[in-house]
């Protein structure tokens, strides 16, 4: 088929070839944490943050989540007992996040799990190639937001 050479040498199809690669792949391990890729980088955002708290709004520009797709997933973690939210004393409109104890060990098991998905995939492409990858998907983002 002629559409498989277009996307061969497409960036943009490319890029989306390797997230449904990604998902496809982190997915069954993060299912049996019983969580999604989405779930799993709100808890290993937030702990990795090292703040006792934070507001959702700096998890949206973090993650590039709009609010409405953060307010879901932060439900969806609270429900299962691995985040709180709580209203700010200073301004009850805004609300504050923190991770409870089974949240904490739990997104510390995660961020093991990615580890070792991130080892093997600098062993299978080598330290050089793979920051190679990282600058150049950098420089890929930058330029798609230039142009908007």
């Known amino acids: 088929?002629?559409?498989?050479?277009?996307l061969k040498e497409s960036p943009i199809f490319s890029i989306f070839?390797?997230?449904q690669v990604l998902l496809q792949t982190s997915t069954p391990l993060?299912?049996?944490e019983g969580l999604s890729f989405m779930q799993s980088?709100?808890?290993i955002t937030i702990l990795l943050e090292g703040k006792s708290e934070i507001i959702p709004s700096h998890l949206c520009q973090a993650l590039n989540f709009s609010k409405a797709g953060l307010s879901h997933i932060l439900s969806?973690?609270?429900s299962k007992g691995l985040l709180k939210?709580?209203?700010k004393e200073e301004d009850a409109r805004s609300l504050k996040l923190h991770l409870?104890?089974?949240?904490?060990?739990?997104?510390?098991k995660l961020v093991k799990i990615l580890d070792l998905f991130e080892k093997d995939l600098e062993q299978a492409l080598g330290v050089q190639r793979l920051s190679l990858l990282l600058s150049g998907l950098e420089d890929f983002k930058k330029?798609?937001?230039s142009s908007l």
């Open 1 to 6: 088929m002629k559409i498989k050479k277009y």
């Open 17 to 19: 070839d390797i997230h």
């Open 30 to 32: 993060l299912k049996k």
């Open 41 to 43: 980088l709100v808890l």
């Open 76 to 78: 969806n973690l609270e």
């Open 85 to 87: 939210r709580t209203v």
């Open 100 to 108: 409870t104890q089974p949240g904490i060990s739990k997104a510390n």
């Open 143 to 145: 330029s798609l937001n």
